[in-house]
């Protein structure tokens, strides 16, 4: 199937509303392109910077599909946007990124499972399922787990760490739902690196940016980090690696652990652009939600 360029003065609706979607919005605008929003929030940041907000949860279909249906394109910024809502939308315009990555990012079974047979670096894990497989995870990995619901869990909510707490009080806390164990590193930093692909298939991706979190949530960052050269350029080669092997279009974030011996393994994937960024300096956001924009409109 063709594609064709989304020229200017077309329309763009962003799935989301939040800081992140006024962002995109913002930068959309400047470059000439009208733009609407999604979000359960009828007062979301992004409904001042917009031509159009539509109220809706994000399992509720036919609001996506009222907002698509008066778009060029799709994108999101947020990832718990459900695969109904996505699909509803893609029936009035194309969405990027597409369901079949969105699917993977919000399980984290699949994705670490995903990485894992792609040949991506991740730290050691188990699919946990019932509290006996929790047993049997801090038996092979040790007490210094963090333990996260496979689904649901953002910004620091929905996972515990352990530390010789008992399996059941830690199982039922999260809610006996399935969760990835996690062994815990002996980490020197944590970085995220942001990776654009258009449809036919360009792909750039951004400097790394340092991530200091408190209690697993993101309280600030450094961009560019402060990484020795080499591992920037693993790290870059890692992101673009997974665009290419998810057939992206859009844009991706991807988060990596940076180990005491300078190893680097990837934590999570998050198919919108990242809070790190706008933690960072304000050139390099308006960069990132710039290519945000191309990833999504621009095809050669």
């Known amino acids: ?60 279909a036919k609001a996506a599909s009222d907002l698509a249906r008066g778009s060029d394109v799709i994108t999101l910024e947020i990832e718990q946007i459900s695969i109904a809502s996505l699909e509803a939308a893609e029936r009035h315009a194309p969405v990027r990124p597409g369901k079949g990555i969105l699917a993977m990012v919000q399980d984290r079974i699949r994705q670490k499972n995903w990485l894992r047979d792609q040949g991506f670096p991740v730290g050691p894990y188990r699919a946990i399922y019932s509290e006996a497989d929790l047993v049997k995870a801090m038996a092979e990995l040790g007490d210094r787990i963090y333990l996260k619901r496979a689904q649901g869990g953002y910004d620091g909510r929905g996972q515990v760490k352990l530390e010789g707490q008992d399996a059941g009080v830690a199982w039922r806390s999260l809610g ?47 961009l560019p980090s402060s990484i020795p050269g080499s591992l920037e350029s693993r790290a870059q080669e890692l992101a673009t690696g997974m665009a290419r092997q998810l057939g992206l279009e859009g844009l991706l974030a991807v988060e990596m652990f940076v180990t005491q011996g300078d190893g680097l393994f990837v934590n999570e994937l998050a198919p919108r652009p990242h809070n790190s960024y706008h933690a960072s300096e304000r050139c390099c956001v308006t960069s990132q939600f710039e290519q945000a924009v191309r990833a999504c409109v621009i095809c050669r």
């Not at 392109?33 to 509720?60: E, L």
């Not at 020197?188 to 340092?210: C, D, F, H, L, Q």
């Open 1 to 60: 199937m063709t594609t064709s360029a989304i020229v200017q003065g077309s329309t763009i609706g962003i799935l989301g509303g939040g800081q992140l979607g006024r962002m995109t919005a913002m930068a959309a605008r400047s470059l000439g392109y009208r733009v609407q929003v999604m979000d359960p929030d009828p007062s979301c940041p992004a409904r001042f910077v917009v031509d159009a907000c539509f109220v809706g949860s994000w399992d509720d």
């Open 176 to 222: 006996e739902q399935p969760c990835v164990a996690e062994q815990a590193f002996d980490l020197k930093s944590e970085i995220s690196v942001m990776v654009a692909r258009n449809p036919s298939g360009e792909v750039v991706a951004y400097p790394a940016a340092t991530n200091h979190h408190e209690q697993q949530i993101l309280v600030w960052s450094a």
